[in-house]
């Protein structure tokens, strides 16, 4: 079996040829490695595919020898932009008094050394964490809350997938506990569509993770649906909010509130990206909702920023 640098070094061969960086198409030109590396758990964007990897791959060249770094630079069409590969290695070889053969030769120890310092770097940078894991991000989030003797909520994720071989999701949910509250052991957490098994942990009186077990294995660019729906032991148990503070990149979220006719209600607001602890304080914003008659509230938020918290709350 080939080694990750290995990989590295044939996908850097094969983005070398014709235009280098200046193909129309290079984002979708990277090999699953390369692109595992440079976008990390962004998907490849074409209109800044271009810089991006011109930043990542000149980066990682600059430790080289002055004679490997200009090579390679050749190889990408950093500094000419000649078409074809032969002639940008052709035109830097007469300035080094260098044939042909021995800039090839040159290029191909240069892509091994890149990819070398690739490598290492990714091994240096690599986060173990399960909630920090890569190769996945959520495109969309749904969350739809029935509140009422034993609230439930059921979350739906559209999710985008950035490395190949993505087998598992790691996700976490989170009720803040105060003394005096039940305990919670109760909550039920079901798969609803698109996961095998979920395996619940409760590694903190207010937090559990989720390890949900996907149907098959994905590649990078496959998307896939994943809902969950976790039902809570009591009224008494939940806070009033339905809210998400994202810690995994996700691009939009769309809540839903749905209140049985027992269920007392006063006030209904938005959180449109507020600082998490703030939620806590139970104060309503100054985006007031109508709940009308239908005891049914909805809203979107098509932007969405890690480590703030976007959501429904009421009173």
Not at 82 to 107: I, V
Not at 216 to 233: I, Y
Request: charged share 25%; hydrophobic share 35%.
């Amino acid at each position: 079996m080939s080694s990750r640098v290995d990989l590295l070094t044939s996908e850097l061969d094969d983005l070398h040829r014709g235009r280098g960086i200046h193909a129309p198409t290079v984002g979708a030109k990277l090999g699953p490695t390369l692109r595992e590396l440079i976008y990390g758990d962004n998907e490849p964007d074409e209109a800044e595919s271009r810089s991006v990897i011109k930043a990542s791959l000149v980066s990682a060249a600059q430790v080289l020898p002055t004679d490997l770094a200009r090579v390679f630079r050749a190889g990408l069409g950093v500094d000419d932009t000649s078409p074809l590969l032969t002639d940008r290695l052709a035109r830097l070889g007469l300035s080094m008094d260098r044939g042909t053969r021995t800039m090839s030769r040159r290029l191909a120890e240069a892509n091994r050394a890149v990819a070398q310092v690739l490598e290492r770097r990714a091994r240096v940078s690599d986060d173990r964490n399960p909630f920090a894991t890569k190769g996945w991000y959520v495109d969309k989030l749904e969350s739809h809350a029935v509140i009422g003797d034993r609230p439930s909520f059921t979350g739906i994720r559209d999710i985008k997938f950035t490395h190949d071989n993505v087998r598992y999701l790691c996700e976490s949910f989170s009720v803040p506990h105060s003394a005096g509250t039940p305990a919670g052991d109760d909550l039920t957490v079901e798969p609803t569509e698109g996961c095998e098994l979920v395996e619940v942990n409760r590694f903190s009186p207010s937090c559990w993770q989720l390890t949900i077990h996907l149907p098959q294995t994905f590649k990078a660019l496959d998307t896939h649906r994943v809902g969950l729906t976790v039902t809570m032991p009591s009224h008494e148990f939940i806070r009033p909010y339905n809210a998400l503070v994202a810690v995994r990149r996700t691009r939009s979220f769309h809540a839903s509130v749905t209140f049985d006719p027992e269920t007392k209600v006063d006030e209904v607001w938005r959180y449109d990206g507020v600082p998490p602890l703030s939620i806590e304080d139970g104060v309503p914003t100054n985006n007031l909702l109508d709940l009308g008659t239908g005891r049914t509230i909805a809203a979107d938020w098509p932007t969405v920023r890690q480590g703030l918290a976007y959501g429904i709350g009421w009173s």
